[in-house]
């Protein structure tokens, strides 16, 4: 009986959650961004740091929406965990230094010491980094109570062994061909009326949603959501910053990864159009055949012209085949990567999209032919 339900209830269940699992408000967003970032900048070291970096020499790696659990039906992490050590080796290993860009604890769902029960790997890896002075952790909506929690200071002292201030956001200046960059980073919930701080999103996260999801056996991070049109959120999210000068704008929350300024299904149609303009037939059955692979024939991308390249989203670390996806700063670059298991159930890194700093410095904005069908 209970797998009749589940196969009866499953795909309506994950297309309601989909729909109304967010709110985003556009005042309220730019609102947010505007007033974080002005915040760090006048006072650094309150609501986050501002930190100056040499391109050539320091390296980032930002990963977000972890969703650490309690290894129950509804741990969206479990089946990513291995991919997520071998990623925190990786990092550690190479001198980069880690950016946790909030919801990396589920603390709607669990109660902190069942998380801290079943992620005492992840939580040791982390640790590393901060011993070395190379670990900034930035609060969700899912771990909110890092922030607002009186007790929060004393729990995070008996996680990673020291004190650690967790933040809002996080500002990266540096300079590019004598032009100054500022990389702005936060989790990106502020502004949806569901996500921030809203109390009644925590409790039916935790008493409806959380065992519905175990019961039915089902998880909304599938690896298709990255290849959707872009949520209103994160196009809120680019609008913003589309405005601003010099800056690029690094969010989570979504789960949704954009590279760019476009999310995967966006940036295949730019290649597409790209490839039909230079009657490329080769890369034009290539390219086709891999939209029809991901399920996306019928697909046509919004009416726009142009998007400044500015927009960045990390995707999250708790897909349900255990990929995970995040944004690398390393040598003048900025890169989109995934880890996910080989066909030796390993975990290996792939570069899904790379470009130059300097090139996002001169390159305006993005063309693409509007309403393209496949």
């Known amino acids: 009986m209970r797998k009749f339900i589940q196969k009866i209830l499953r795909e309506p269940v994950k297309r309601w959650a989909d729909k109304y699992s ?23 070291g309150t609501r986050g740091p501002m930190l100056n970096f040499a391109v050539n020499i320091d390296r980032f790696i930002i990963l977000s929406d972890q969703h650490k659990g309690a290894r129950n039906g509804a741990d969206d992490f479990a089946i990513a965990e291995r991919n997520y050590l071998a990623a925190l080796d990786y990092y550690y290993n190479n001198n980069f230094n880690y950016i946790s860009l909030g919801d990396c604890e589920e603390l709607w769902e669990n109660r902190l010491v069942s998380v ?28 909110l109570d890092w922030d607002n929690n009186p007790l929060a200071p004393f729990e995070l002292q008996k996680i ?53 999801q175990a019961y039915l056996a089902i998880s909304p ?11 209103d959120h994160n196009r809120f999210m680019y609008e913003w910053v589309s405005q601003q000068e010099n800056m690029l704008l690094i969010t989570g929350h979504t789960h949704q990864p954009v590279f760019e300024s476009l999310t995967l299904l966006e940036r295949l149609y730019r290649k597409l159009s790209l490839a039909r303009e230079q009657k490329d037939e080769a890369t034009i059955k290539e390219l086709q055949a891999e939209i029809v692979r991901r399920k996306l024939e019928g697909q046509t991308i ?16 708790c897909f349900d085949d255990g990929d995970i996806t995040g944004i690398e700063i390393d040598n003048g670059t900025m890169s989109l990567i995934k880890w996910e298991y080989n066909k030796n159930n390993e975990p290996c890194r792939i570069l899904l999209e790379q470009i130059a700093l300097t090139e996002l410095m001169t390159k305006k904005v993005n063309i693409i032919s509007p309403a393209v069908k496949v």
């Not at 919004?302 to 670390?317: E, I, L, M, V």
């Open 116 to 143: 801290k029960k079943h992620n005492t790997a992840t939580f040791e890896k982390e640790k590393l980094f901060l011993q070395k002075k190379r670990f900034i952790k930035v609060f969700g909506n899912h771990d």
């Open 160 to 212: 990673y062994g020291e004190k650690i201030k967790v933040y809002e956001g996080v500002i990266l200046k540096t300079m590019v061909q004598e032009t100054p960059l500022e990389i702005f980073l936060t989790h990106g919930h502020q502004g949806d009326a569901v996500s921030d701080g809203n109390w009644f999103s925590k409790w039916f996260v935790a008493n409806v949603w959380a065992p519905m």
């Open 302 to 317: 919004p009416d726009f012209t142009a998007y400044k390249p500015n927009y960045f989203n990390s995707g999250c670390c």
């Open 22 to 44: 967010s709110r985003p408000d556009k005042e309220k967003i730019h609102k947010a961004l505007f007033d974080l970032n002005k915040k760090i900048k006048d006072e650094p």
């Open 221 to 231: 991070n599938t690896p298709a959501y990255e290849d959707h049109l872009k949520t």
